[in-house]
């Protein structure tokens, strides 16, 4: 069972979401998985992501600056990955982040793009949101991450740090390499 805080944050389609306790989650019994292949693009600058769930509820929105790396999981689910810090992850550095390239760079809508896989590991809680959820400052500090029925939660294992997945997202680009 999960723990929530008090707080209620609404996403930008004014779903009211209730804040999950992170220092409380318990990754013991998860799974272990790693991304699929995954396409990146590398931005021109001012494009404005907004990553949306399979119900095209939107999950976080941000604005890409050249050169940050844009994963595209599917046409609606696209994201800029961001650090602790809330800094974005950068095309021309993509291995650093724990990923290895599996094709030269190509041209995807006028940008160069790269197909990737992931080599770190993160621990997966598969399914586990059963009502709206945010999880505060995921992307930095007012940068939230919004979660609906059916979500995945996950655990960089380095890092420690604690994120989540669209249900449609985590099914196309996530595999389970050790299971509970």
């Known amino acids: 069972m ?3 805080t008090d707080e209620i944050i609404c996403n930008k389609n004014g779903v009211p979401c209730r804040v999950l306790d992170i220092s409380k989650l318990d990754f013991s019994k998860a799974c272990v998985g ?3 292949e995954v396409t990146v693009l590398k ?3 001012n494009e404005k992501i ?3 769930n399979s119900a ?3 999950e976080s929105t941000y604005i890409a600056n050249y050169g940050d790396a844009i994963f595209i999981n599917n046409e609606r689910d696209i994201y800029v990955p961001r650090d602790l810090l809330g800094n974005a992850w950068k095309f021309d550095c993509i291995e650093s982040y724990g990923y290895k390239i599996v094709s030269n760079i190509f041209s995807y809508n006028g940008s160069d793009a790269i197909k990737v896989k992931g080599i770190k590991l993160s621990k997966l ?9 945010c999880i505060k400052d995921a992307w930095g500090y007012g940068e939230h991450q919004f979660l609906f029925e059916g979500a995945t ?4 294992i380095e890092s420690g740090r604690i994120t989540g997945i669209d249900k449609s997202a985590f099914f196309d680009t996530w595999e389970i390499i050790e299971d509970k």
């Open 125 to 133: 809680l598969p399914e586990i949101i059963a009502c709206p959820t």
């Open 34 to 36: 790693r991304r699929k």
């Open 50 to 52: 907004e990553t949306c």
């Open 43 to 45: 931005a021109k600058g």
């Open 2 to 4: 999960l723990c929530y």
């Open 56 to 58: 095209g509820l939107i």
């Open 153 to 156: 939660l996950k655990m960089d």
